[in-house]
């Protein structure tokens, strides 16, 4: 099956699951299972394609693969985990239910066909790096899975640190500032997003690698702006208030970088 014919079929899929995944979240009352569900999909869209799509070398789709189903299970699975621990709905979609009132369960049906485009639309690079010509494994292949893996890597020790940090019975109403958490306020974030620069040097024997760098540019713009730094920010200030916000003053939103004193602590 040609690359494009392929390409199809997963988007077909991507929308009857996440179809199905609208239906069971109407059921349970919980819209954010869509979250879990959408990192499992990345996994998911990488193997059927690398399934269907005819050309690309044999041991570099099974090594993408592996990489892709790693940091898909991964996020994934510490996000159902999250998820079933919280018999509440995310409060991200309960405001976007008492915005769309009574119209609030075909709207979420079109945001959930959303996210099976969004999903398909950020693997065209891992789509790219399967079809690279190439007759194995050579340098810049190693490069892109070695930071990948220490991408995932990365973002489950930000996502631990933080575990550990909230599992404590002093942290009530305390901001976690250990580890990478003290020189971004996002370092999971950030990890997540430096796993698609990957893709970048997986997809160089390829004429269309500098669609790659659709992976990053995506995620950064999704992270940053949307739905990753927006509601977790604004969630912590009413939650954590002045502590926060002078956390807000002296650590980098999303790159690490060292941290800076605040004017209000000078």
Not at 130 to 142: C, H, M, R
Not at 213 to 221: A, S, T
Not at 232 to 256: I, V
Request: hydrophobic letters at 50%; glycine letters at 8%; a positive charge.
């Amino acid at each position: 099956m040609n690359p494009i014919s392929a390409a199809f079929v997963v988007l077909v899929l991507l929308c009857i699951g996440f179809a199905v995944t609208w239906l069971v979240g109407r059921r349970i009352g919980k819209w954010a299972i869509v979250d879990p569900i959408w990192s499992f999909s990345v996994g998911f869209s990488a193997i059927v394609f690398a399934l269907l799509a005819e050309g690309g070398s044999a041991q570099r789709k099974a090594a993408i693969c592996v990489v892709v189903a790693l940091y898909s299970l991964r996020l994934g699975g510490y996000i159902l985990k999250r998820f079933l621990a919280h018999d509440e709905d995310d409060p991200r979609y309960v405001e976007f239910a008492r915005e769309w009132g009574e119209r609030a369960a075909p709207r979420m049906l079109l945001f959930f066909q959303f996210q099976a485009l969004g999903s398909l639309a950020l693997c065209v690079p891992i789509f790219v790096a399967l079809q690279a010509p190439s007759a194995g494994l050579g340098t810049w292949d190693f490069v892109g899975i070695v930071w990948a893996l220490f991408s995932i890597l990365g973002e489950a020790v930000a996502d631990d640190q933080l575990r550990r940090f909230k599992a404590r019975p002093d942290s009530s109403g305390k901001v976690c500032k250990e580890g990478l958490w003290r020189y971004s306020r996002h370092p999971n974030y950030f990890f997540q997003w430096a796993f698609w620069l990957s893709f970048i040097p997986l997809s160089f024997s390829s004429s269309l690698w500098y669609l790659a760098l659709l992976g990053p540019l995506l995620m950064y713009h999704f992270l940053v702006n949307v739905t990753g730094i927006p509601p977790a920010e604004k969630s912590s200030l009413k939650s954590r208030g002045e502590a926060y916000r002078q956390y807000q003053q002296e650590t980098s939103p999303f790159f690490p970088l060292p941290p800076k004193q605040s004017s209000s602590s000078s």
